[in-house]
């Protein structure tokens, strides 16, 4: 069993340091996402929503994630995860009410950054974080998601894909 504590000092090496731990223990990548998610969320200062989407197919199908019960699907272009998705870059978002087609999931959220997780070229999901503040995430902000990000996309990779290692419940 992995040795879970949440950093009290929130440094990004430091939390970056965890996820590593995380993601180098002996368990499905879905269950990693899982740890991951709750790892950011009380890592990270301000925020109401952080998780995961997975694309399947044109579809973000909802993943691991920490906050209140969020839209199940989303289309790919649909949304400022969607459209992380089909432009392939982090989507900073200072003020989500003045993002054309921004999802409201939680009326809370102000902000939003959505980092496209990637294999190579191909994108696998997206990593979402909303914040009831305004304005909240900064460039030290995106850098550690973004670093986040590239981990669970080699912690994918070495996964070869797949959530669980046989791809089945039962
Ligand atoms: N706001 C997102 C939807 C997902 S929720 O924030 C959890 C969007 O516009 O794509």
């Given at each position: 069993m992995t040795d879970i504590s949440i950093p009290a000092d929130p440094r990004p090496d430091t939390i970056l340091a965890e996820l590593r731990a995380l993601l180098a223990a002996e368990d499905p990548l879905f269950t990693q996402l899982a740890n991951a998610a709750s790892l950011l969320y009380w890592s990270l200062?301000?925020?109401n929503w952080l998780g995961v989407y997975l694309l399947h197919g044109n579809q973000l199908v909802l993943g691991p994630f920490h906050g209140k019960p969020a839209c199940t699907l989303i289309a790919a272009g649909s949304g400022v995860c969607g459209t992380a998705v089909v432009e392939k870059r982090t989507m900073v978002v200072p003020d989500v009410q003045a993002f054309p087609g921004h999802i409201a999931c939680d009326d809370a959220s102000r902000s939003e950054v959505v980092v496209p997780l990637r294999s190579g070229e191909r994108v696998w999901g997206v990593l979402d974080v909303d914040s009831?503040?305004?304005?909240?995430?900064?460039p030290g902000d995106v850098t550690l998601l973004e670093r986040a990000a590239a981990m669970l996309d080699q912690r994918m990779l070495a996964a070869g894909g797949k959530l669980f290692p046989l791809d089945t419940l039962c």
């Open positions: 200062e301000r925020v009831p503040v305004p304005d909240r995430f900064g």
